[in-house]
C-alpha cells in the first residue's frame, strides 16, 4: 500500500514539474527559451531539443508536423498578445516554418510557409552549428 502511494505522490510531483516548466515564471524553461534562437540536436541533447520535444507534448499539431518534417536545426521563440510564437528552421533545404498558437485553443497551433532562409541567417546559423557540435 506505501509503494502506491509513492508511486501517485511522484506522479503528482512530476505533474507539477511539467506545470511549472512551462508556466512562463523565472527560472521556467519556457521563461528562459523566450527571445531565443536554440540550437536543435538531440546528441547531446540541446535546450533547444528539451524544448521542441516539451512543445510537441503541449501542442500535438506540432508533434505530428515535426513528424512529418523532422526536427529542425534551430527553433526560436517569443510570444506577443498571448500568443505564442516559434520558427522552424532547417538548414539543409534552406527554409523555415512560422508557428503560432491559436487565440482561443490551448493546444492548437498555426502554421505558415516554408519560408526562405537568406544567405545571411544560414551563414550565421549553419557557423554556429559548425562551431559549438561538429
Known sequence: ?????????ACLLL?????FEE??????ASSMARNQMMLVRQEPPTF?????TSLARIYPDLAFFIKKQGDPDFLAETDAASRDYFIL???EPRHAY???TRAGKKQGIEFAGPY???DKEYRILNGFRSENFQ
Open 1 to 9: 500500500m506505501v509503494r502506491g502511494m509513492e508511486i501517485a505522490a
Open 15 to 19: 505533474g507539477g514539474c511539467a506545470d
Open 23 to 28: 508556466s512562463g515564471l523565472p527560472g521556467s
Open 48 to 52: 533547444g531539443y528539451y524544448r521542441l
Open 89 to 91: 528552421y532547417y538548414l
Open 98 to 100: 512560422a508557428c503560432r
Open 116 to 118: 526562405p532562409i537568406t
